[in-house]
Structures are given as C-alpha cells and as structure tokens.
C-alpha cells in the first residue's frame, strides 16, 4: 500500500529524501534506547517480583503447615481434658489466636489447681476417717476389756454369795436341830432315864460345838482389788517382794542382780516378763498380748501374779503416776482375762525410777509381771 508514494520523481524530493537532518537522527535514536532501557528494566522487575512472591508462598505454606501440626497436637491435649477442639484456626488473625491460647493455658491451670485443691480435701477427708476408724477400734478394745473385767467381778461376786448362803443356811439348820434337841430334852426331863439325858447333853454339846464352828468360820476371802493405790491394798503374799523391790531403788546394778537372784528363794518369786511402754501410750500391742499368753499357759493354781509398774522421772510427777497406774492395770487386766485357773492378779505403781538406765529415759517405762508362789 506504500509503494505508489515510493514512486515519486527524485527531483520533487529534492535534499530532503538524500541528506535527513542530524537533529531529526539523534532524537529518534535517544528514543529507542529508552524504550529499550525501561523494557529491560521492567522484565528485571518482574522476575525480581516473581521470585519474592515464590519465596512468600513457600514461608506461607510452612507457617501453615507448623500451625496446623501444633493445633492438632492442642486439640489433642484439649481432648484429653474433655474440652472441645480449637476451630477456624487460620481465619483468625495472630493477636486473636494468641490471646485465645492464652485463655485456654490459664483454664489448664485453674483446672489443674482445682483438681489438686480437690485431692487435697479428699485426702484430708480419708486422714480424718482413718484416724476415727482407730479412735473407734481403742474405745472398742477398751470397752471390751472393761465388759471382761466386770463379768469376771460379777461372776467371782455371785460365786461369794453362793459359798455365804450356804454357810449361814447350815447355820440356820444346826440352830434348828439345836431347838429340837432342846425341845425333846424339856420332854423328857419329866421322866429321863440316865442313859437317855447321857445321849441327849452328848448331842447337845455335839451340835453346840458345830454351831460355835459356823460361827467362827470367816466369810470367803474376796479377791484383792485389781490396782493396790496403797501398799496395804497389795496382796499378804505380795507384799515382801514389793518393799524389796521399793529398797532397790539407786542400787548398784551388780547389787540389784543379787537382788533378783535371791527373789524366788527369799519370796518365791519369779519374774515373768517385763513390758515396755512408748511415751504417753498404755496400750499392749498384739506381740506383748502373745508373750504373756504363753507365759502364762504354765501357771500353778493359787499363785499370786504382781504387775509392778514403773516410770522415768521426766515430766510431771502425778501424770507420771497416773500413766504408770493405767499401764499395770492394763496388763494386770490382760492376764486377769488369760490366767488358766484360780490365781489372784494385782497391779501397783511403785515410783519413778532410773534403775533399767541412767541415760535413756524410755527404758524406765516399763511393768514388771512376777509371779509369786505362796506354798515357797
């Protein structure tokens, strides 16, 4: 389409078409190498922006692939504690998320405080329990040992009474035949014969000698009290090893072996155990209840068992007696229960003492359990 302009005559062109302008020349070229320039310069841009975008892309893809792996490993905690998944994660902006993490720790924490806030009672509570449970078990025993200790009064009482009736009915028997007797000797005083008033005052001085016999027979010998509170509340038998035992206090210890070496011979004596005590405690455990059940499996008829209890001279003086005087009734009433046959059991509280340890106080809270044998 531009070759009939081509065709026009050199000489209407003139200078024009065979020498251009050096101007026109230099502005054109200026031209095409800004174009060429900003070209460049745009497709360097691009590229550079390409590559940025590729690099965010690819930190976006692992920011979200590590919240997604850290919200499922929450979600799993949350379940664990019964609560529900955490849900949009990723529609929320940082702040947001954080903020809620930082809700959820806190309710974490309160439940964790609460939990260990409710253990806590609940182990105070079953502390508590326990300890009535074992208050409950002493009283119980102590309870048992008592209804023990009255059923055995109550039987050796009614075991009196019998052998008394039985004394005084004979007596009312022999006072019966006495008045007969009496009565048939008026009788016959209006016509005795020698022999007849013989036989007569014979049986009357037989029966008045019977009568005279009741009379003079004691009442049954009660058993000693359970606990002497004085020396002369301790058994007539008892009461020589006591005042020895009392004189050997701050004797030498080779002295006091000599001492209770000649016991059985002097008192018919023998000691059967010794029982000890922990501080403020009058209770016997099961091992000591077991000993003296076999120490006592042996024991004679009519023997005499003393519980002799002592105490350190620590501490005040009158709970130290106090405490001393429940532990030998304890163990007087433990054997009292457990003795095989008919043998009298007393405890008494002799004093404070140092001579089972001058150094070590606990070793004087002891009862000492003898056995003494009247016939020796």
């Known amino acids: 389409?531009?070759?009939?302009?081509?065709?026009?005559?050199?000489?209407?062109?003139?200078?024009?078409?065979?020498?251009?302008?050096?101007?026109?020349?230099s502005v054109s070229t200026t031209t095409i190498l800004a174009v060429v320039v900003a070209l460049l310069a745009g497709y360097l841009i691009a590229n550079n922006l390409n590559g940025k975008k590729d690099d965010t892309q690819r930190d976006l893809y692992s920011a979200q692939a590590e919240l997604a792996s850290r919200t499922a490993a929450i979600n799993a905690e949350r379940a664990r504690q019964g609560l529900p998944p955490i849900e949009g994660v990723g529609q929320d902006s940082p702040e947001q998320i954080a903020s809620r993490l930082t809700k959820d720790a806190a309710t974490l924490a309160n439940l964790s405080d609460r939990f260990r806030s409710l253990l806590s009672e609940k182990e105070a509570a079953i502390?508590?329990?326990?300890?009535?449970?074992?208050?409950?078990?002493?009283?119980?025993?102590?309870?048992?040992?008592?209804?023990?200790?009255?059923?055995?009064?109550?039987?050796?009482?009614?075991?009196?009474?019998?052998?008394?009736?039985d004394i005084r009915r004979q007596l009312d028997e022999a006072r019966n035949d006495l008045a007969t007797l009496q009565a048939?000797?008026?009788?016959?005083?209006?016509?005795?014969?020698?022999?007849?008033?013989?036989?007569?005052?014979?049986?009357?001085?037989?029966?008045?000698?019977?009568?005279?016999?009741?009379?003079?027979?004691?009442?049954?010998?009660?058993?000693?009290?359970?606990?002497?509170?004085?020396?002369?509340d301790i058994h007539p038998d008892a009461q020589a090893l006591f005042r020895a035992l009392s004189e050997l206090e701050n004797k030498a210890d080779l002295e006091m072996a000599s001492a209770y070496n000649h016991f059985p011979s002097?008192?018919?004596?023998?000691?059967?155990?010794?029982?000890?005590?922990?501080?403020?405690?009058?209770?016997?455990?099961?091992?000591?209840?077991l000993a003296l059940g076999d120490a006592l499996a042996k024991l004679p008829e009519g023997a005499i068992i003393l519980v002799v209890g002592y105490v350190s001279g620590t501490g005040d003086a009158n709970?130290?007696?106090?405490?001393?005087?429940?532990?030998?009734?304890?163990?007087?009433a433990n054997i009292d229960m457990a003795k095989p046959g008919n043998q009298a059991v007393q405890a008494v509280f002799l004093g404070q003492t140092k001579r089972f340890s001058s150094s070590i106080a606990e070793r004087n809270q002891v009862c000492e359990v003898w056995q003494i044998d009247p016939k020796k």
Do not use: C, H
């Open 1 to 25: 389409m531009s070759e009939p302009s081509s065709q026009i005559p050199a000489e209407s062109t003139g200078a024009s078409v065979a020498d251009p302008s050096p101007e026109k020349s």
């Open 127 to 165: 502390a508590e329990k326990n300890n009535s449970l074992l208050t409950a078990e002493t009283a119980r025993q102590s309870l048992t040992s008592q209804l023990a200790k009255l059923q055995n009064q109550l039987d050796k009482v009614l075991t009196d009474g019998a052998s008394t009736d």
């Open 184 to 232: 048939k000797l008026a009788e016959y005083s209006s016509r005795p014969t020698a022999e007849e008033m013989a036989l007569a005052k014979a049986r009357i001085a037989e029966l008045e000698t019977q009568s005279e016999a009741l009379k003079a027979t004691p009442p049954p010998t009660a058993n000693p009290k359970l606990f002497a509170e004085n020396p002369a």
């Open 266 to 289: 002097q008192y018919g004596a023998t000691k059967l155990r010794e029982i000890s005590f922990p501080a403020d405690s009058a209770q016997l455990n099961p091992s000591d209840k």
């Open 319 to 332: 709970a130290n007696r106090r405490l001393s005087s429940d532990r030998a009734t304890e163990v007087a």
